[in-house]
């Protein structure tokens, strides 16, 4: 698998939930030998700071020696592909598209109800994959900057279904929304996501793949366990 160690697209800083400010994971990223840190503070269609944030980061980038990339991270909330990010975004290097709520037609679900609703009736499985995997290809379309798919199907297992629930199909969907938006799909180390099939399955349809800790602390920064693991068992 042909991947970028030396980047980290997915970290968290005390602005939002992660511990450290930026100028702190900045450091870490530079003592993990990276050179590039991706950073993704989450973000809501109400988020009033994003700006400053840009502004922020920015700076960070001129002053350090590594490249920082100026990305967020914004749940899709429905089945139609709608991000939860504000509508006059300033310009942004990527947005992590991200699996935190169901999406459903009308709109987020926890992921215990729909849970509940396939532990009533097995036979939703299937519409429930279909759902999802149809809202991530519209949300990279919708992406108003470069998307990287966050944590793909980290939500899955919340569902109470595992990897063996999403098709070849799937997969070929997925990976054929992500070549045509120039999307790329995050391997993520908090989440452990997604396995090996899919992510052979992706690599294997041309869709470019990134590395993201998901660190919300700078000791996280670009510590690639998972990864290591995934590498052996993926063909170059
Ligand atoms: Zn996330
Ligand atoms: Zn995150």
Known sequence: MILDRTADWHTHSSLTDGADTWEDMA?????????????????????????EYVAQIRALD??????????????????SG??????????????L???????????????????????????TARDVVDTLVTAICKAVALSPAPAVVAHLFSIVPKVGLGEDAISDEHVHALAAACVAAGAAVEINEKW???????????VDRGVRIVAGSDAHRAGDVGR????DE????ILP
Do not use: N
């Open 192 to 202: 452990r996501c997604p396995g090996a099939a899919v992510v052979q399955g992706l």
């Open 230 to 233: 995934l590498e052996s068992r």
């Open 224 to 227: 690639w366990v998972y990864l």
């Open 62 to 79: 001129r002053r350090v020696d590594l490249r920082v990339m100026c990305g967020v991270e914004a749940k899709i909330l429905d089945s």
């Open 27 to 51: 450091a870490a990223a530079s003592m993990a030998g990276l050179h590039t840190l991706g950073a993704s503070d989450h973000v809501r269609r109400e988020t009033s700071w994003l700006p």
């Open 97 to 123: 598209v991200a699996d935190h709520q169901f999406p459903a037609a009308d709109g987020p679900q926890h992921p215990s109800a729909v849970r509940a609703r396939i532990e009533a009736d097995p036979a």
């Open 82 to 95: 709608r991000l939860d990010i504000p509508a006059a975004a300033p310009p942004l290097d990527y947005v």
